[in-house]
């Protein structure tokens, strides 16, 4: 999960990113972002001046991904999963460990 996306979400940045990876899972197209096909100009070029024109559109992805944000991404949230995975791999390293 990219931590730089979901930190733009809570400062209501706007997110303009190719459909790649695991990007198009984290922003939806005109509601928390903007997504345009991998390696292509126009689509890209096209999707920053309509943000750029359309004051409307810009401040709907902005609140929209600040909320999307907040409730999936706060730091909190991110430590809290992160000590989990620490917490479940380290459990399975030592019960490895004992039953070897």
Known sequence: ????????????RQEKTSNLGGIPEM???RETG???PARKFKPLYRSIRQILA?????????MNSSRW???KWSNDKMVSSTLGIYHKVSGEAISNTYNH
Request: no cysteine.
């Open 1 to 12: 999960m990219n931590y730089n996306l979901r930190q733009n979400d809570i400062r209501q």
């Open 27 to 29: 922003i939806e197209h």
């Open 34 to 36: 903007m997504l345009v």
């Open 54 to 62: 359309d004051r409307t559109l810009r401040r709907h992805i902005e």
């Open 69 to 71: 944000g907040r409730d």
